[in-house]
């Protein structure tokens, strides 16, 4: 029997009090301006002996809110935040067939200091680009905690990445700041404000592997390699602590090695693989647009029928956008656990589960530490 969906909103998350414009300014009385915009700053790592080491701790958590990046607001929007190792959290975003994003944090040396770095990047339409960031700033404020991680090279006069954890809530503010390595000042490119949900998650990952610690896993004493650098057009040496690698194929384990990047896919322990084929069978039309979500809990009922209770959708870990016509996805940087798998035809075009979408009764699957996994699924015929 047909069921009518109750119009499902991808959050139970309401923001109060909090414009766009403030979301933005979490720097707050102290501006974080570069100095010399689109140059080359200097570096200046905090000692996390000092203060700063309690970030990987805060960082860790399914961070659950809105996005805004450059011009486009995402409503709904996760980052899953687990160690990976004693001193490294790690969080991706799946952006779908044409990439996948992460940011990842962990403690190491550099410049003599003992301090916090982060590493961005991943693929996206065949560039692969990873950059590295070490944390130069630590302010105990009275809203909240803030910290900030400069490019590794170029310093805030490049990009940098600025967080915020208030004090009276357990929630992020997160941006980040580019110049397109110098063409430009530095501008905003992304704006997450999210609360910290599921803690289950990222606290059973910490248990496993100790977390968190402050000890090397990543070490860069002896910096960067200069020979695989990227070195911009009209420069002489590299102005970023950036890696490339361009393809027209996707494939990040050759594009990983073709970039010089000194950690890679190949390196980061406990995190497997899913290889998700799809069987489309009679029902649903072969160019039709499909979704995939990677939960926590199971999005459908043993029936197929989407389940009513909205904070479910909350534990979406995971959901890329498939390409037109595309019947396959290989989910990279998965955190061991067990997760349900949904494949949702978007009948209507408005990339969410709703009335009249096609899916499937509910698929568990069981990631272990370094699994390389499959699934298939084959009987995407319930309409909602």
Not at 109 to 127: Q, S
Not at 164 to 173: A, C, G, R, V
């Amino acid at each position: 029997m047909k069921r009518t969906l109750i119009t499902i909103v991808l959050s139970s998350i309401v923001w109060v009090s909090c414009s766009t414009e403030e979301i933005r300014n979490i720097a707050g009385t102290n501006p974080t301006d570069p100095t010399n915009p689109g140059t080359i700053t200097e570096v200046n790592p905090v000692d996390i002996t000092v203060d700063g080491f309690d970030f990987l701790e805060k960082m860790q958590g399914h961070w659950v809110g809105d996005n805004l990046v450059i011009a486009t607001e995402y409503p709904w929007f996760g980052w899953d935040y687990r160690a990976i190792s004693p001193s490294h959290t790690f969080g991706i975003h799946e952006g779908g067939s044409a990439g996948n994003l992460f940011t990842s944090f962990f403690a190491t040396n550099y410049k003599g200091v003992r301090t916090i770095m982060a590493r961005n990047g991943g693929v996206l339409n065949g560039i692969y680009r990873t950059s590295y960031f070490v944390m130069d700033r630590v302010e105990n404020r009275a809203d909240g905690k803030y910290y900030r991680l400069v490019d590794a090279i170029g310093g805030d006069g490049i990009m940098y990445m600025e967080l915020k954890f208030p004090h009276t809530s357990d929630s992020l503010y997160f941006n980040s700041y580019t110049s397109n390595l110098g063409d430009r000042i530095p501008n905003r490119h992304m704006t997450f404000k999210g609360i910290k949900m599921h803690p289950e998650l990222a606290s059973e990952a910490a248990a496993v592997t100790e977390f968190p610690q402050n000890t090397v896993e990543i070490d860069f004493a002896n910096g960067f390699n200069q020979d695989y650098l990227f070195v911009k057009d009209g420069l002489q040496e590299a102005n970023s602590a950036t890696f490339l690698a361009v393809q027209d194929a996707n494939d990040v384990f050759t594009l990983a090695a073709q970039s010089g990047d000194p950690y890679t896919i190949l390196d980061h322990p406990r995190l497997g693989y899913l290889q998700v084929a799809i069987d489309r069978g009679s029902v649903v039309p072969s160019d039709q647009l499909l979704l995939m979500y990677l939960s926590r809990d199971p999005l459908t009922d043993e029936d197929g029928y989407f389940v009513q209770d909205v904070s479910t959708y909350d534990t979406l870990l995971h959901f890329p956008v498939l390409s037109e016509g595309e019947n396959e996805f290989l989910f990279t940087y998965l955190h061991p656990g067990t997760y349900y798998v949904t494949i949702v035809a978007d009948m209507n075009g408005d990339f969410g589960p709703s009335e009249g979408d096609i899916t499937h009764s509910q698929r568990m699957i069981t990631i272990d530490p370094l699994g390389e996994h499959q699934i298939t699924i084959d009987n995407i015929n319930v309409q909602n």
